[in-house]
């Protein structure tokens, strides 16, 4: 253990020389998870579609990097874009020859009705918050398996996978929620055990947050009047929750602090589904 920082630091939460990656990076709940690997000593890049991240990426990237001694990137790359998104990818890995950990939060919501769904719609949907989160999965998994390292990835999913939230009509993002825990599982299943060649032993879990304040949230409650009271109202605790309070979640599923953890949904949820 180095002197200075690392030295104060919990050992099994400890990702002092690690390598991480978070999509969905550039603000938001992804932003806070990505802060909390940096506070952890980590290396940790964030990948979002933006050209540039918001603003409250720079105000954090000043802020943990000085306090912290981990650092914080950013690239732009957009999940549906494989080829970019397995170079960038690569490239990073490359750098240490080594990847530790992913949190895969990219994620779109569409309010629209069942019925007025379009085909091209839906495929928009299941692209970004399905086949690209399992595209971004595989693409780290090869280069953990590439280089040995015993990895951890947390899925982000939603309590919309489990239930159909009242007030709000989004069929196609709830499914594709439901999908990313069974994924979860899957991927568990198949990279879970070392193999005779020195790969395997990746852990992959679920992480499923109930409704958050982030800039998706605030659209739907312009969009759908009285829904903020509705769900406060459907919560055990009357209120919803803010990004920074799963940031210790995040950080428990790629820390050593799991290690016997893998294939679970872990649900955070203020207690919505426990009625």
Not at 154 to 183: D, E, R
Not at 252 to 272: E, K, P, Y
Request: with cysteine; charged share 25%; glycine share 10%.
């Amino acid at each position: 253990m180095h002197e200075g920082t690392g030295s104060k630091r919990f050992r099994d939460f400890n990702l002092e020389g690690g390598v991480f990656i978070v999509t969905g990076g550039a603000q938001g709940l992804g932003l806070v998870m990505a802060e909390a690997l940096v506070e952890a000593g980590a290396e940790v890049h964030c990948l979002d579609r933006q050209p540039e991240p918001d603003d409250e990426f720079t105000v954090a990237h000043e802020r943990i990097e000085k306090e912290y001694g981990g650092s914080l990137h950013y690239s732009q790359v957009d999940v549906r874009d494989v080829k970019n998104l397995d170079e960038t990818i690569g490239r990073i890995a490359a750098r240490k020859e080594r990847l530790d950990g992913l949190i895969a939060a990219a994620g779109v919501q569409q309010i629209t009705k069942a019925v007025d769904y379009t085909f091209e719609d839906a495929q928009k949907m299941l692209a970004i918050n399905y086949t690209g989160l399992f595209m971004t999965a595989t693409s780290v998994a090869r280069a953990m398996m590439k280089y040995k390292c015993r990895g951890r990835i947390c899925l982000i999913a939603s309590m919309s996978g489990l239930i159909a939230n009242k007030g709000l009509i989004t069929p196609v993002y709830n499914s594709s929620k439901a999908a990313v825990i069974q994924l979860s599982r899957c991927l568990a299943m198949e990279w879970g055990k070392i193999k005779e060649d020195g790969t395997g032993g990746i852990r992959v879990n679920c992480l499923s947050p109930g409704h958050i304040i982030t800039p998706m949230v605030e659209k739907n409650f312009e969009e759908v009047p009285g829904l903020k009271e509705k769900w406060e109202s459907e919560n055990m605790m009357g209120r919803l929750s803010q990004p920074e309070e799963f940031k210790s979640a995040g950080l428990f599923l790629l820390s050593n602090a799991s290690s016997f953890m893998t294939g679970q949904n872990l649900v955070i949820d203020g207690g919505h589904t426990a009625w």
